[in-house]
Every structure is written in structure tokens, then in C-alpha cells.
Nanobody, 123 residues
Framework: HVQLVESGGGSVQAGGSLRLSCEVS????????IGWFRQDPGKQREGIVV???????EYAHSVKGRFTISKDNAKDTLYLQMNSLQHEDTAMYYC?????????????????WGQGTQVTVSS
């Protein structure tokens, strides 16, 4: 049974930074694609970044150069370092996992989701 638990959200001023964490359990190393997504009320969910088991990543254009994904396999934790935050980054942020095939930010078959953590950026 896969479980994902996000933390680290909060309120920050534009230009600031936050680091989100996602504790992952129930996944066998080498079998999954994991990523970060976000959704603001009234808007479509957006894939931000994904990482597969060999460490290959894909970033959405909107966050490239500002956000960095990493994972600590020893702690079973996925991180999202967010720098130069903008008001437009305000959203609920989720981590999600799927089988490793076609590991892309726009993949529609992510089937395990966390509960989300809110990020609010004031301008």
C-alpha cells in the first residue's frame, strides 16, 4: 500500500524560498516514477516535475531554473526546493507516484497521491 505524506508548505513573500518534503512508503525502489504537482482552486492541475528511478528528471517550463527536485532514498523522502517564488506559484502542492513507464510531467496515470500541502506567496 503506497502512502505519500507532504509537508513544508507555508506562506512566504515573493522572492522567497520553501522546501517541500514528501515521505514515501510502500514503494519498492526501482519501480516508480514520482513527481510534484500543484493546483489552485479554479485552475487545472499542473505537473511541475517528475523523477524516475535512475534520477532522470523533467521540469515544467513554468518552474525550470527555480525549482529543484531531489530524493533521499535512505530516508524514503522526496524534496522540492522552490526558490524565487512568485505569486503565481500559490497553490496546493501534491506529490504522486506511478509505474515507471512514460515518466513525464503531463502523464495522466499517476494513481497514488498525497493529501497536499498549501503554498501561499504574497506579492
Amino acid at each position: 500500500h503506497v502512502q505519500l505524506v507532504e509537508s513544508g508548505g507555508g506562506s512566504v513573500q515573493a522572492g522567497g524560498s520553501l522546501r517541500l518534503s514528501c515521505e514515501v512508503s510502500g514503494i519498492t525502489e526501482g519501480t516508480n516514477c514520482i513527481g510534484w504537482f500543484r493546483q489552485d482552486p479554479g485552475k487545472q492541475r499542473e505537473g511541475i516535475v517528475v523523477i524516475d528511478d535512475d534520477g532522470s528528471t523533467e521540469y515544467a517550463h513554468s518552474v525550470k531554473g527555480r525549482f529543484t527536485i531531489s530524493k533521499d532514498n535512505a530516508k524514503d523522502t522526496l524534496y522540492l526546493q522552490m526558490n524565487s517564488l512568485q505569486h503565481e506559484d500559490t497553490a496546493m502542492y501534491y506529490c504522486a507516484a506511478k509505474l515507471p513507464f512514460e515518466c513525464y510531467v503531463d502523464a495522466s496515470d499517476f494513481d497514488n497521491w498525497g493529501q497536499g500541502t498549501q503554498v501561499t506567496v504574497s506579492s
